[in-house]
Nanobody
Framework: QGQLVESGGGLVQAGGSLRLSCAAS????????MGWFRQAPGKEREFVAA????????YYADSLKGRFTISRDNAKNTVYLQMNSLKPEDTAVYYC????????????????????WGQGTQVTVSS
């Protein structure tokens, strides 16, 4: 049993910031790598960022590096995505996910490597 619930999405003007939260329940996810993905209408799901289980290894999509920051608080069973300098092309449904595959330092970037998914939260960036 396990559930992930995203929050923090909404409407923001270009250049603004949002912080997304992903709260886990039903189990602890300290033994899982955590990732963020996004999907815009008519487009494939896109990798955003991931953080490893316990050693703090992080990987970002090249286009987002420097604007987005992923972090986790295992004591709170929560993962975050801080999004700064938002652009209209960042508009999408953002999903958090948990992966149990790979080693403790792995930061999986394929959606197929994740087994738990939240329902997503809508982020809309206006021009």
């Amino acid at each position: 049993q396990g559930q992930l619930v995203e929050s923090g999405g909404g409407l923001v003007q270009a250049g603004g910031s949002l912080r997304l939260s992903c709260a886990a329940s039903g189990r602890t996810f300290s033994g899982y790598a955590m990732g963020w993905f996004r999907q815009a209408p008519g487009k494939e799901r896109e990798f955003v960022a991931a953080i490893s289980r316990s050693l703090g290894y992080i990987y970002y999509a090249d286009s987002l590096k420097g604007r987005f920051t992923i972090s986790r608080d295992n004591a709170k069973n929560t993962v975050y995505l801080q999004m700064n300098s938002l652009k209209p092309e960042d508009t999408a449904v953002y999903y958090c996910a948990a992966s149990s595959v790979g080693s403790i330092w792995d930061v999986p970037r394929s959606s197929g490597e994740y087994v738990y998914w939240g329902q997503g939260t809508q982020v809309t960036v206006s021009s």
